[in-house]
T-cell receptor, first 115, second 111 residues
């Protein structure tokens, strides 16, 4: 059974640029959640996708968008990058029932640095 | 808004003794609570959870206690082992699609 993988591991971007982060969910999981973890803080919920549809969103601006594909892998897109977007981005997959999940399995994260 | 708080950034415990990690929350709508453990360069790993209809859940050396009236939960690790050294996150959710995490507590278990 393959765990949750994320790519790339590290990324450096310039303010104003756009970035796409990718996540492959654990086999059999239909739900993917994305989190932003700033230094010294806990993960903050960005949004969740269940069966290719957005199923909840945290307090993040519209320039944070996502996709979930038929194989349940997912992308996080961030437009017009700001310095404060520098953080560890975590993807978590789970097996949900109508989007209701219990335990989530996290990937190792993508470290984004915006200069 | 900080709906889940872990007020102790760090905790140091001797091997074999009990580790108690605490977490407070403010949203009375939360109905499911979890603890995650995180090693450096890895994502958080699920450890143990508890539903709001229970006040205790035990899994081996790990026990989670929930006090709904105080909006407080705690994780007990007995006996503590050096391999337990990690950052522990408390998380809470309502309807599960918006999970709120605390800032974490770094546990160090000394041999």
């Amino acid at each position: 059974e393959t765990g949750v993988t994320q790519s790339p591991t590290h990324l450096i971007k310039t303010r104003g640029q756009q970035v796409t982060l990718r996540c492959s969910s654990q086999s059999g999981h239909n739900t993917v959640s994305w989190y932003q973890q700033a230094l010294g803080q806990g993960p903050q919920f960005i949004f969740q996708y269940y069966r290719e549809e957005e199923n909840g969103r945290g307090n993040f601006p519209p320039r944070f968008s996502g996709l979930q594909f038929p194989n349940y892998s997912s992308e996080l897109n961030v437009n017009a990058l700001e310095l404060d977007d520098s953080a560890l981005y975590l993807c978590a997959s789970s097996l949900g029932d109508r989007g209701i999940v219990r335990e989530q399995y996290f990937g190792p994260g993508t470290r984004l640095t915006v200069t | 808004d900080q709906q889940v708080k872990q007020n102790s950034p760090s905790l140091s415990v001797q091997e074999g003794r009990i580790s108690i990690l605490n977490c407070d929350y403010t949203n009375s709508m939360f109905d499911y609570f979890l603890w995650y453990k995180k090693y450096p360069a890895e994502g958080p790993t699920f450890l143990i959870s508890i539903s709001s209809i229970k006040d205790k859940n035990e899994d081996g050396r790990f026990t989670v206690f929930l006090n709904k009236s105080a909006k407080h939960l705690s994780l007990h690790i007995v006996p503590s082992q050096p391999g337990d050294s990690a950052v522990y996150f408390c998380a809470a959710s309502h309807n599960n699609n918006d999970m709120r995490f605390g800032a974490g507590t770094r546990l160090t278990v000394k041999p």
